[in-house]
């Protein structure tokens, strides 16, 4: 199976989306890559604001998933002076787009949106207040209106094709090795998305004029923004 290296930083507010999460988590595991989740990761000094923002440095691609929900804020004291007051997953975007605390700017990354649809969020609602509700709000209005790429998802299975088919077109052929799966089958772990790992075998299988299952070999859990 050819694989890419590199590091995805997946940000997500868990409140709305953990179940996004977690079937992205197994879906790209069960294509090769070395996923990591939130509880996964080890901590050390420094504030969280200042991990995430050091660790999505490091990442080589982030997918960003938006919905109503705003989630949880930093701590005053991390947030630098004068700077819009903002959840954990804005922090995120804003730093996978070079934003730094100490007010520079850096190299943006690769960044993939992909927006819940009206009906997804109706199935997942989220207590929060009228003004975290307007924050969240305000944030989608001004990546809409940037014009930045993203696409809308409205249920588990679509928000992964979205997903692989994006890792697919990152693919370049000079990164490409070949390995194989650790398991010989993967028994009952995917049953009742037989149809996903269908299309997962296909386009493995797929000649060489077209794009194959390329999949980025780590899948970072954002850190913040649950609720």
Known sequence: MGEVKG???LSAVSGQFKDCRDALRSDLAAVGADVVVQEDFTQHGGTLLQKLEDY??????????????YGWAPEPAAIPENAPSRSYTQWEYHFARGERLDNTQAAAKPVYVYFATPAYLEQHPVEQSEAEAQRQQRFIDDIKSSGKDRNQFDSIDQLARLVLRDGFRLSSASTLLRQNLPYDSLGPLFKGREDFITEIQANLSAGAERATAIVAKQAIHGLGGGR
Do not use: Y
């Open 56 to 69: 999505i440095d490091s990442c080589d691609r982030v997918i960003a998933l938006l919905g109503s929900a």
């Open 7 to 9: 590091k995805i930083f």
